[in-house]
């Protein structure tokens, strides 16, 4: 008996990483006016955000329905294996209640709620791949998660309003405000939900706001997975953050994992983000 390790695209784990850990991800689906594409299938973190600066309206994401959910833990369940299955946070997606209800006469998938998105998730699917690999049992994954999860942190520095904007999170006045003072808000995951912590004005001190809010978490504890993300076609402010952090990761530069963020938080933060993701 194998145990497997599932999880949704909105944890921003490439196809690529999720082979090599050896994870299956179910696709969320992303609208662009009438085209629909699969996350990280048809469309790749690169084309998402070619096409979000390129156009007007904003995309949106589609919940993974119970079926596709259920086509995945019937084929744990024939295959006569277990597995544990880390969901979008149930506060920002029905992904959560589409997960339960498929694994409800399933008793071999264990269905976690991250309580996080993105490389908040991340952290957690990456845990449980070394949890498996240790040769725990799925259950004893699952409730190994259902405790670590609480330590993890999730912050991230924006570096424009006018995605919020779009989305109708704020108002025009004060995204235009916003622009004209360079404010650079900083969000974190707040029990399963996105939550505005700070503002600072200019990337300099929005890198500064960062790094105190790591240090009011308690600090990065290394032993345990974390992540750097970026959002957009480039990681330039992803870079000058770690240039101006360098005493934050010392003993650490040559082997952060950094990933993009992709189309779940990307619609909202648009391109010029920095995130940051750990165990406090």
Known sequence: MSV????????????AQAKAWGVE??????????????????????????????????????QITPFQYGEVFEAVRRAGDEAVCVVLSGKLSGCWNSAVMAAEH???????DSENVCIGQRLLVELAVRLRDAGRTAAEIAAELETQKKRVRLLALLDTLEYLKKGGRISPAVAFAGGILSIKPVVAVQDGQVVLIGK?????????????????????DFSMPYCLAYSGLSDALLQKYLADSRDLYQGHGEDIPICRIGCVIGTHAGPGAVGVAFFS
Do not use: W
Not at 4 to 15: Q, V, W
């Open 200 to 220: 600072a004005r200019g990337s300099k001190n929005g890198n500064n706001l960062l790094m105190q809010f790591v240090e009011k978490c308690g600090g990065i």
């Open 25 to 62: 991800l179910i696709p969320m689906t992303v609208v662009f006016g009438s085209e629909e594409y699969l996350d990280g299938v048809t469309l790749s973190d690169q084309a998402f955000f070619e096409k979000l600066v390129e156009t007007d309206a904003l995309p949106h994401t589609c």
């Open 106 to 112: 399933i008793e071999c998938v264990h269905v976690v």
């Open 4 to 15: 497997r390790i599932i999880t949704d695209s909105a944890s921003d784990i490439s196809p």
